[in-house]
Structure formats: C-alpha cells, structure tokens
C-alpha cells in the first residue's frame, strides 16, 4: 500500500521562522528522486533552493506559490512507496537514525514531520489517495493596471543584468512586461516579444501579491522576505546604536589615473576594475589601524569584540530588495583579487542566487551610493557591526591645487560609526586615512 510522508520547510539558516514559496519545480504526479530540487523559497536573507530527502511520487502541494509559510510547516506530501511494494521494516534504530538525518544544504536541526494546519485552508491529516496529475490551484491576484508604472512598495521586474540592458537598449519598461520564467522573472525573449508587440498584456508575477485600487488610485504590497528583513534590522540598528556620521570631500585624481594605468597592464587584464575595488582596499588597511571601526559591542556579555579580520560587507541592490553579502577575510586580498570579489558577488547578488552564509558574519559594510549619481548620505550601520562607509559619485570639479583652481576627480565619504564602540577621534581618524590612501594610493606603502 502507499506510503505517505510530508516534507516541511526547515530551518534553512540560523534563526529562520518563515519563508515565502517562490515558484514549484513539480507538481502532482511528478516522480522525484533523492535531494532533487523541487520548490524555491525566499527567506529573510536570501532565496533558497529546497532539495527533497526521498524519492517517490508527488500527490499534493500544500501551499501556494506567494504564501507564508512558518518553519515545520509542511509543504509537500509524497507517496515514497508508490508501487505499493513496500521495503521490509528497518530496525527501530535505524528508521530513527534516517529521520534524524539532515536535508542536504539544511542546518543540523532535525526535522519534525508531524502534519501543520495549512494558513490558506485546513489540511486533512488522513492519508490522501491515489496520486492523481491534478493541476495546483491558482493563486488569486486581483487585477493590476496594465499601464506602466513606477516601483512601489519594493515591487521590482525581476529580470537579470543582461536582460535589463536589452530592454533599456530596446526601449521597454519592465514594469509593461509580463514575467514567463519561474518566479514570473522577465526573460530576453519576454522583452523581444514586447518589443515586437507580441507580448501578451502584463500582469504582475503571482509571486508578489499585490492589490490595486482603480478608485484611489493606490497599490498596496505585502512587507515580506527581504524587505521586511532590511526594516527590521535597521530600525533596530537606528534604536540600539548611537550614530554618529562624519564627510570627507577627497580628490582622488591620482587613483583614477592609476586606475588606469593598471586596467591597461597585462596582470589586470580582463579584471574589472573599479573604484569600489580602491575603496575596498583603502578600508581594509586603514582597519589596522584603527581597529575600533572592525569591533562589536556585544550587549548581552558587557564585552568590545575585536575582530582580526574584515569580513567586508558590499550593500547590492537586487530586484528582491537591498543585500548586504560579504567577501570573507577581505584585509588578505590584493587589490585584484579583491575587484575579482566584488564583481563575482555583484553579479551573483543581481541574480538573488546569494545564499544567507553568504550574508552572515560581516564586520564592516560599504555602501556605493555613487552608482546611482549621489554624491553622499548618511548610512546607517549594520546590526552586529561599528561601523559603514557611504562612498559617493566621482565627479570633475574646480579644486585649488598648488595655489592655482584646477578641475579634478572628486568624491565624497561619509562614515557612520557606533558611539558606544568608537570615538570621534578613532572615526575622524579612520575616515582620514581612507581618503589619504584615495588621493594617493602611493601612501599604501607607509602602512
């Protein structure tokens, strides 16, 4: 006879309770086998992909793709035993160890199979019958206006980097364009389509449920996954540590002339190299000596915590929100292969393919706020951070040099620092050294 078992979404990083369903990659009737990939799920940090930890055949989805989901909750139930031949009874032992055994990619949490109440309608706890290829049902999403319209409430096309490019190339707003891949992420051939007025009328991805009121003329967004996430932590950041912000204005005319210098040497070519990479750096060794902007105030043991190391976190804007990865021991690095780092956690941060380990642990943050032609802000720090330095937009501007106004390669710094770990004599001098080492890379040397 059949063999039912339920797979419920587990802990998939330190401290998880909920996750949103993403997109299904079955449905019933599918057969699967051991650690296949079946659902993807956006948590606080990240969007994971779930393997399933035996094989079988799918009878039912329990949930719907944009649907809440808490940890040990089910979301699957799987005939194991389809055939109806089942394997002889393992010892007690045995059947204990193997439910004890960890999902691959989970944590070492062992995983409660006993049956939830479903938050979108009660669940049977009776074995369901025979599996049968009925279709998941539907989600519901009330009716959006097809007009092209700007971001609101942090719905954001999701498309990848190239795919971007084309339709800016091309002269489409993503917003006009409905998403076919999983997820409802817009792909090149959705943009061909719409380019060529082939594309059908766009509604937004059933992942996001978003309600709209044609006589207010409003659009009410759902706070989950990682915008709810950013809210959290920083109202808590801006709640628990004292700010402090301090702005330098750098004239960096020498590293860019040495930036290119080096994109046109044989050890930097094919490197990316941008000033990012110089920023990273200069972060890194200005650290050394102020050790004080790479600590922690640790609340609950009364205690400084002095890290020997920069795990140095790049603030990326994703189509699922704002996400903070990290390039680990980042003060070993060189200055190529730090530019080496950044452009593979861009690009892996644009995809949403960061994994929360990838966001954990840092101990200094950069935020580029001059991609976007800002010259300068007032960050805000990291939880379980001191320290965050804002680096603005690089711009030719009049600067007395020498006595004489010459026009010159120009930025702005603001560093915002924890009060209670750093003083304004360690900031002021830590963001001193950042920009000497700026306008002059050639002071790296002194360090």
Not at 22 to 49: C, F, M, R, S, Y
Not at 213 to 234: C, F, L, S, Y
Not at 350 to 379: C, L, Q
């Amino acid at each position: 006879m059949p063999e039912y078992k339920q797979f419920p979404l587990s802990d998939t990083a330190e401290g998880l309770t909920e996750a949103d369903i993403l997109a299904w990659h079955v449905k019933p009737g599918d057969a699967v086998t051991v650690n296949q990939i079946v659902v993807e799920v956006e948590t606080a940090k990240a969007a994971v992909e779930l393997p399933i930890p035996w094989a079988g055949v799918i009878t039912e989805l329990l949930v719907e793709v944009g649907q809440t989901v808490e940890v040990g909750a089910p979301l699957l139930t799987l005939d194991v035993d389809p055939g109806g031949k089942a394997a002889p009874a393992a010892a007690p032992e045995a059947a204990a160890e193997e439910e004890m055994k960890p999902l691959v990619g989970y944590g070492s949490k062992a995983v409660e199979t006993k049956r939830r109440a479903r938050k979108a309608a009660p669940v049977a706890v009776a074995a369901p019958p025979a599996p049968a290829p009925v279709a998941p049902a539907p989600v519901a999403v009330a009716p959006v206006a097809v007009t092209p319209v700007a971001p609101v409430g942090g719905y954001v096309p999701l498309a990848k980097p190239p795919v971007r490019r084309l339709a800016k190339d091309l002269g489409i707003d993503l917003y006009a364009v409905t998403g076919t891949a999983d997820g409802g992420v817009i792909t090149r051939e959705d943009v061909e389509r719409a380019a060529n007025g082939s594309a059908p009328a766009a509604a937004v991805a059933s992942t996001v449920d978003i309600s709209y009121d044609a006589a207010t003329r409003e659009r009410r967004v759902p706070i989950k996954g990682v915008r709810k996430a950013t809210a959290a932590a920083m109202v808590q950041s801006a709640y628990t540590a004292p700010h402090v912000t301090e702005f330098l204005t750098v004239d960096v005319t020498p590293m860019m002339e040495l930036r290119e210098k080096l994109k046109k040497s044989r050890e930097f070519s094919g490197v990316k190299l941008t000033p990012l990479a110089f920023a990273a750096k200069a972060v890194c060794l200005a650290a050394k000596r102020t050790p004080d902007v790479n600590a922690v105030w640790d609340e609950a043991a009364q205690e400084i915590v002095y890290k020997d190391y920069v795990h140095l976190g790049i603030a990326a804007a994703t189509p699922r929100g704002l996400v903070v990865p990290k390039i680990f021991d980042a003060d070993a690095m060189s200055l190529k292969q730090l530019a080496v780092a950044l452009t593979e956690l861009t690009d892996v941060a644009r995809e949403g393919k960061t994994t929360p380990a990838a966001m954990a642990n840092g101990t200094f943050t950069i935020t580029n706020v001059g991609v976007f032609g800002v010259d300068t802000g007032t960050p805000i720090i990291n939880p379980g951070e001191s320290a965050i330095l804002a680096v603005g937009a690089i711009r030719d501007t009049p600067w007395v040099v020498d006595g004489e106004i010459k026009v010159r390669k120009v930025m702005q710094l603001s560093l915002s620092f924890d009060h209670r770990v750093v003083d304004g004599q360690q900031g002021s001098e830590f963001l001193a050294d950042v920009g000497a080492l700026l306008a002059d890379p050639a002071v790296a040397i002194t360090y």
